[in-house]
């Protein structure tokens, strides 16, 4: 073997003795407000059996790790693999899973939580929430910028509540915005559908495909318990808020002054969330970093001997 | 020399894959899995230091695991191709000549662990790379320098004549891509959202 492949080994050792001693999952804590518990939650997660990078069992250990009471796996048209996530969650005592999935359609995309079968994206939105609803599911219009609205807006009486936080904040905040959908649209559309007094469940969610961010947008979710059935209730009876990165919140009347009153001032969302997550422990958490990417880059680009055919 | 056939590949694909074709006439599976193994040990790291800043032993496992459907939707598509166009091949000696070419992918993956291991505001220069287009160009790069290496293969690595070539990687797209959109297909991934109802 090469000298250059035992640099590579060594640098790549030296990465994962930082893996091991510097990752570790956040710690939760209990908190009650209002005589519920409240939960910190992300209701709206890919893996790799759709568009996502991680697979169902470690969108677990990263929900874990990113402090996350609880969240959601929402794949495009499927359910199983939140199933899956559900399953190992239990196993290790992770974050509870609710078993959801993102019906997706060119009119609209709607987040279906709490349903054990798939429910057909085919059809107009008014039978497939009917349909949600006949699981004992929660429809939450996902994403409710302007291009959804004609569909959303012929449902509204219907719909549980709408996505009013996503990372598209992020983007509005610097001035982009990202892929011709404005975070603008979706909060207008929440503050529409409440104008008359409707009681409407608001959500943060991070729409987690890759990266760091699972969690960068959460939604707090006053239940009973942690339980899968306890948040789902909770989100039928609208007992979630919302904050925006301008700090102003949105959800129910009654706990939004229960919070303005005894903020949680700690919870794992702020503005500078997505780069929390990327933060160093120590000089030496950042040092093993860097040695892990030179032995990544060592790993594939020194040759191990001669070429092809050799290894045999 | 001590720069990997992915890395030499990337400077001269045509040049090196034939090098490589004449020395891969004894190519084992053993060699050819070895290339596999890298690929994935990349795309482990890759996930893994994105996801959470660090190499995490059991995330980059776990991506490994999750990830295998893709040297072997990419298996499948070339040796299907070598069957129909390049009968006096083996097929260890495909393998291994085609997972040689993956050094585009390789960067660019190990460019991106970059932006979330080194920098101390990651997110703010993520950002910054895509609006300016840096991020969306290095992936167009990756993509057509890959489909160079492609090429190369088939035609200096393989030996196969300039038509042979041509039609041997436009089967090889099709049959890599069409795998994908089955997937997505038979999960209605794809339908409703271009208008069926």
């Known amino acids: 073997m090469s000298r250059l492949r035992y640099v590579a080994i060594g640098l790549l050792g030296l990465g994962v003795l930082g893996g091991l001693a510097y990752d570790s999952p956040s710690p939760r804590r209990v908190v009650r407000r209002a005589g519920y518990r409240v939960l910190e939650a992300d209701f709206h997660v890919h893996t790799r059996f759709s568009d996502g990078f991680l697979s169902p069992f470690d969108v677990v250990l990263h929900a874990r790790r990113n402090g996350l009471d609880a969240f959601a796996v929402t794949e495009h048209n499927l359910v199983y693999p939140a199933k899956m996530s559900r399953w190992f969650s239990r196993l290790i005592g992770g974050p509870t899973v609710v078993v959801g999935e993102e019906i997706t359609t060119d009119r609209f995309h709607l987040i279906a939580l709490g349903v054990e079968d798939r429910v057909s994206p085919y059809g107009e939105l008014g039978p497939i929430v009917d349909a949600v609803h006949q699981e004992g599911g929660v429809a939450i219009a996902a994403h409710p910028v302007k291009r959804f609205w004609p569909s959303f807006d012929a449902e509204l009486a219907k719909l549980d509540g709408?996505?009013?936080?996503?990372?598209?904040?992020?983007?509005?905040?610097?001035?982009?915005?990202?892929?011709?959908?404005?975070?603008?649209?979706?909060?207008?559309?929440?503050?529409?559908?409440?104008?008359?007094?409707?009681?409407?469940?608001?959500?943060?969610?991070?729409?987690?495909?890759?990266?760091?961010?699972?969690?960068?947008?959460?939604?707090?979710?006053?239940?009973?318990?942690?339980?899968?059935?306890?948040?789902?209730?909770?989100?039928?009876?609208?007992?979630?808020?919302?904050?925006?990165?301008?700090?102003?919140y949105y959800g129910d009347d009654t706990l939004v002054a229960e919070l303005k009153e005894h903020p949680?001032?700690?919870?794992?969302?702020?503005?500078?969330?997505?780069?929390?997550?990327?933060?160093?422990?120590?000089?030496?958490?950042?040092?093993?970093?860097?040695?892990?990417?030179?032995?990544?880059?060592?790993?594939?680009?020194?040759?191990?001997?001669?070429?092809?055919?050799?290894a045999k | 020399?001590?720069?990997?056939?992915?890395?030499?590949?990337?400077?001269?694909?045509?040049?090196?894959?034939?090098?490589?074709?004449?020395?891969?006439?004894?190519?084992?599976?053993?060699?050819?899995?070895?290339?596999?193994?890298?690929?994935?040990?990349?795309?482990?790291?890759?996930?893994?230091?994105?996801?959470?800043?660090?190499?995490?032993?059991?995330?980059?496992?776990?991506?490994?695991?999750?990830?295998?459907?893709?040297?072997?939707?990419?298996?499948?598509?070339?040796?299907?191709?070598?069957?129909?166009?390049?009968?006096?091949?083996?097929?260890?000696?495909?393998?291994?000549?085609?997972?040689?070419?993956?050094?585009?992918?390789?960067?660019?993956?190990?460019?991106?662990?970059?932006?979330?291991?080194?920098?101390?505001?990651?997110?703010?220069?993520?950002?910054?790379?895509?609006?300016?287009?840096?991020?969306?160009?290095?992936?167009?790069?990756?993509?057509?320098?890959?489909?160079v290496l492609n090429v190369a293969m088939f035609r200096t690595g393989l030996g196969l004549s300039r038509g042979k070539t041509a039609l041997a990687t436009a089967l090889f797209y099709l049959l890599f891509v069409g795998q994908v959109v089955a997937y997505y297909l038979f999960n209605d991934a794809i339908q409703p959202q271009l208008g069926m109802r």
């Open chain 2, 1 to 147: 020399m001590f720069w990997s056939d992915d890395m030499a590949l990337l400077r001269h694909p045509f040049g090196r894959y034939g090098a490589l074709g004449a020395a891969a006439a004894s190519s084992s599976w053993r060699s050819a899995g070895l290339r596999i193994g890298r690929l994935m040990l990349t795309l482990g790291l890759f996930v893994s230091i994105s996801t959470t800043g660090r190499v995490v032993p059991s995330q980059a496992a776990g991506t490994m695991v999750a990830w295998l459907f893709t040297p072997l939707v990419q298996s499948l598509a070339v040796l299907f191709v070598a069957r129909v166009f390049g009968r006096d091949a083996s097929r260890a000696r495909v393998l291994d000549l085609y997972f040689a070419g993956h050094g585009p992918w390789l960067v660019l993956m190990w460019i991106a662990a970059g932006i979330v291991a080194v920098p101390p505001h990651p997110t703010s220069i993520f950002f910054f790379l895509l609006a300016k287009g840096i991020l969306p160009g290095l992936l167009l790069g990756a993509f057509v320098w890959g489909v």
């Open chain 1, 162 to 248: 709408a996505e009013v936080m996503h990372p598209l904040a992020l983007t509005a905040r610097g001035g982009r915005e990202g892929v011709g959908w404005r975070w603008e649209e979706m909060r207008d559309f929440t503050t529409r559908a409440t104008q008359d007094g409707r009681h409407f469940t608001a959500i943060g969610s991070s729409d987690y495909h890759f990266f760091n961010g699972l969690g960068v947008m959460r939604t707090l979710v006053f239940a009973k318990d942690d339980s899968e059935a306890a948040i789902l209730q909770a989100l039928r009876e609208h007992r979630t808020v919302v904050r925006d990165l301008a700090g102003n």
């Open chain 1, 264 to 310: 949680i001032t700690d919870t794992d969302q702020d503005e500078n969330g997505a780069e929390r997550g990327y933060r160093p422990r120590s000089p030496l958490d950042r040092l093993t970093r860097i040695a892990g990417w030179l032995g990544m880059f060592a790993m594939f680009a020194f040759s191990r001997r001669k070429g092809p055919g050799c």
